[in-house]
């Protein structure tokens, strides 16, 4: 649905020419390419739609979300508690899997919905009332967060792997220690 109303919605306003003849985007019509121009800060015009259409879907579908994701984590915090059926190892590693969830869930909110959300919010309200010296940084730091967004989920589980973090914890002592780092050895049978 939403895909069919980010191509819909997703056109220019109808005053894109008095838009594009404004001091802040005049430079980029010189440079040539395509802009898209859904409105001035607060008047996405036909682009509120889908932000609208983009709520509800988010507010339908986030609940169940929520709550399969901690269904799931209290049936895996269950079977772990069955102490006599499980071994010390697997209640180890379901432990680890569900903070490794609740990290990753974390790390969702942190690098995804809470940027996307001032992203979207500031097409509909005009942030020209905060100060210059605010939205400069904050601009800089929510898309630094939205960028990480992809990387974060697979960072989490390398880094809560021991083998693996041991990896990177020596390749890190060795940077900033300036060793040259493991010499390869070959055994008699790989240098026949």
């Known amino acids: 649905m939403n895909v069919?109303?980010?191509?819909?919605?997703?056109?220019?306003?109808?005053?894109?020419?008095?838009?594009?003849?404004?001091?802040?985007?005049?430079?980029?019509?010189?440079?040539?390419?395509?802009?898209?121009?859904?409105?001035?800060?607060?008047?996405?015009?036909?682009?509120?739609?889908?932000?609208?259409?983009?709520?509800?879907?988010?507010?339908?579908?986030a609940p169940f979300l929520m709550f399969f994701t901690a269904d799931s984590m209290k049936n895996i915090a269950q079977n772990s508690s069955l102490s006599h059926y499980l071994s010390g190892n697997t209640r180890a590693m379901a432990l680890r899997m569900v903070q490794v969830f609740l990290v990753q869930c974390l790390g969702a909110v942190l690098c995804y919905i809470v940027p996307l959300g001032f992203m979207l919010s500031f097409m509909i309200i005009d942030p020209s009332f905060m100060p210059d010296w605010f939205l400069g940084p904050a601009r800089l730091f929510i898309l630094t967060l939205f960028t990480v967004n992809g990387h974060q989920f697979c960072i989490f589980f390398i880094l809560k792997n021991p083998a693996h973090r041991k990896i990177i914890l020596s390749c890190v002592k060795r940077l900033f220690r300036g060793s040259p780092g493991p010499k390869l050895t070959l055994s008699n049978a790989e240098q026949r």
Do not use: C, N, T
């Open 4 to 61: 069919i109303g980010f191509g819909y919605f997703g056109r220019d306003h109808d005053d894109y020419d008095k838009l594009i003849q404004e001091p802040e985007l005049a430079w980029l019509m010189e440079r040539g390419g395509e802009i898209f121009l859904f409105g001035p800060p607060s008047d996405p015009q036909y682009f509120k739609w889908e932000l609208i259409g983009l709520a509800l879907s988010i507010i339908v579908i």
